[in-house]
C-alpha cells in the first residue's frame, strides 16, 4: 500500500466499498489508484474541496459542504429522504476523519520506532483491518442509499398511478355532474310545462264555475217567476170563486125575481158563459204549464249537458295531469338511481 501526499486538486472516491484518491474522474473508464494520502494531506484536502465519488452509482460527496450530489430522482417526500442522505453522509464524514486521524497516530507511531519490523508490520496489520472496517460501512451505506433510491422509485411510480385515477375520477365526475345538469334542465322544462297546464285548467275551471253561476242566477230569476205566476193563479182562483159565488148570488136574486124561463135561459147564458171561462182559463193554465214544463225542461237539459260537458273535460285534465305527474315520478326515480 503506497501512502500519497494529495494536492488540492485531488479527490478522494469509492468504487463500491473501496476507497481511491486521485483526480476527480471524468468518465467510468478513468484509471483508479486504490492509494491513501497522509493524514495531514488528506485533511488540508477535505479543507479545499476534496470530493468522494462512486463510480458505479455515480454517489458523489462533498467533504466540504457535506452534501451529497446524487442523480436526479424524482421525490413526492424530498425533504425526509434528504435529511436522512445528509445524515448517513455526516456519518462517513465523521468516519473517515476518524480514520485519518487513526492513521496520523499510526504513522507517528511508525516514526517513533522506525527499525522495528515487527512493530511496523503490526501497525500495518491494525490499519488495514481499520481499512476494512472503513470499507465494510461504506458498503452499508451504499446499501441504503440504493435501498432508499429503490423506496423513492416506487413511491413515484404510486404517485404517478394515483395523479392518474385522480385524473380519471375527476373526468369522470364531471361527466356526471354535466348529465345531471341536463337531467335537472329537463326536468325544469317538465315542470313549467305542467304549471302552464295547470295554470291553464285553473282558468277553464273559473271560466266554468262563472258560467255555472251565471245559470244558477237565471234559475232563480225563473223560479221566482214560478213563484210570482203561481201568486197570479191563486189569486185567479180566488177571483172565479168570488165570482161563482156572485154568480150564485145573482141567481138566486133572478129566481126569486125573475120567471123561469128567464131564469132557464139566463142559467144556459150563464153555464155558457162559465163553460167558455172555464175553459179559456182552463187554457191559459195548461198554456203557462206547459211553458214552464219547457222552460224547465229546456233549463235542466241545458244544465245536464253542461254538468255532463264539465265532468269530461274534468276527467281528460285529471287523466292528463296523473299521466304527467307519472312521467315526472319516473323521471325523478331516475335521477335518484343516478
Known amino acids: 500500500m503506497k501512502v500519497l501526499s494529495i494536492s488540492k486538486a485531488s479527490s478522494v472516491y469509492w468504487q463500491c466499498g473501496e476507497l481511491h484518491v486521485g483526480p476527480k474522474p471524468t468518465a467510468m473508464t478513468s484509471q483508479k489508484v486504490r492509494v491513501f494520502g497522509s493524514s495531514a494531506s488528506i485533511r488540508d484536502a477535505i479543507g479545499s474541496g476534496l470530493s468522494i465519488i462512486c463510480l458505479k452509482c455515480s454517489a458523489y460527496m462533498d467533504l466540504t459542504r457535506g452534501h451529497s450530489f446524487l442523480p436526479g430522482i424524482p421525490n413526492t417526500q424530498r425533504n425526509q429522504l434528504e435529511d436522512r442522505l445528509s445524515s448517513q453522509e455526516r456519518t462517513i464524514a465523521f468516519l473517515l476523519e476518524q480514520a485519518f486521524r487513526i492513521k496520523e497516530d499510526i504513522s507517528a507511531c511508525l516514526q517513533g520506532t522506525h527499525g522495528f519490523r515487527k512493530e511496523e508490520s503490526l501497525a500495518r496489520r491494525l490499519l488495514e483491518n481499520h481499512i476494512q472496517t472503513i470499507t465494510s460501512i461504506v458498503k452499508k451505506l451504499s446499501q441504503n442509499i440504493e435501498i432508499l433510491e429503490d423506496q423513492i422509485r416506487v413511491r413515484d411510480q404510486a404517485a404517478t398511478g394515483t395523479n392518474f385515477a385522480v385524473q380519471e375520477l375527476n373526468t369522470k365526475h364531471l361527466h356526471g355532474v354535466g348529465d345531471l345538469r341536463g337531467r335537472v334542465a329537463r326536468c325544469d322544462s317538465s315542470i313549467m310545462k305542467l304549471s302552464e297546464d295547470i295554470h291553464f285548467i285553473r282558468h277553464e275551471h273559473q271560466q266554468i264555475e262563472k258560467t255555472i253561476k251565471e245559470l244558477v242566477s237565471a234559475l232563480e230569476i225563473v223560479s221566482k217567476n214560478l213563484d210570482m205566476k203561481e201568486k197570479s193563479e191563486h189569486k185567479m182562483e180566488e177571483k172565479l170563486l168570488q165570482l161563482s159565488s156572485k154568480l150564485e148570488n145573482f141567481i138566486n136574486t133572478q129566481k126569486q ?71 315526472l315520478q319516473r323521471k325523478i326515480v331516475e335521477l335518484q338511481e343516478v
Open 257 to 327: 125575481t125573475i120567471e123561469l124561463s128567464k131564469v132557464k135561459h139566463i142559467e144556459n147564458k150563464l153555464s155558457k158563459k162559465m163553460n167558455q171561462l172555464e175553459k179559456q182559463i182552463w187554457d191559459e193554465l195548461e198554456k203557462m204549464q206547459n211553458e214552464y214544463q219547457s222552460g224547465f225542461k229546456s233549463i235542466h237539459d241545458s244544465l245536464s249537458s253542461l254538468q255532463q260537458i264539465q265532468k269530461t273535460k274534468m276527467d281528460l285534465e285529471k287523466y292528463k295531469v296523473q299521466k304527467d305527474l307519472k312521467k
